[in-house]
């Protein structure tokens, strides 16, 4: 007799929790100028990096921190919404306007975002579950896909931004 295992559903914080935690990491960020709230991704985790957007309907700019994870020279994130439903306002910022600036550890990159499709999809969200090994369960509790988001250099933008 066999006994099917279904993995239980992941519980998330209520949302309310979640915009507080970020609320308080952004202004950790802010308090400290910077020199606290960013890392780099540690081995077969994420890191953290600040992403200012060009807001769509305001044109002023927007900043979130956001986990992330290195890709060759690409920034590679998911626009999860704190796995609530809907999309980030980041992620549809950067799909009407997709240039953009990223703070890192080590200084800031100007880049260029679009959603992975086909088979860089598949191979970044398997890189993201082994970061990861809740993201499929995380990911059901969304009725929409979860896109992964690649920040690519910005063609003409390969060194930092200088003062950064």
Do not use: C
Request: net charge positive.
């Amino acid at each position: 007799m066999s006994v099917e295992h279904r993995p239980r559903a992941p519980r998330l914080p209520p949302r309310w929790f979640i915009r507080l935690a970020w609320s308080v990491h952004r202004g950790l960020y802010r308090t400290f100028r910077g020199r606290f709230g960013l890392w780099r991704p540690r081995t077969n985790g994420w890191g953290a990096l600040r992403l200012t957007t060009t807001g769509r309907h305001t044109g002023r700019q927007r900043s979130v921190i956001i986990g992330y994870f290195e890709d060759g020279p690409n920034l590679v994130s998911l626009a999860m919404n704190g796995w609530g439903e809907g999309e980030p306002a980041w992620w549809l910022n950067l799909q009407t306007h997709p240039d953009a600036t990223v703070d890192l550890v080590d200084g800031r990159r100007l880049v260029r975002a679009h959603a992975a499709t086909g088979d860089e999809r598949l191979r970044l969200w398997a890189r993201w579950r082994e970061i990861d090994t809740n993201l499929d369960a995380f990911a059901a509790l969304r009725t929409s896909e979860t896109a992964v988001v690649v920040l690519e250099p910005r063609p003409g933008a390969t060194d930092p931004v200088p003062g950064s």
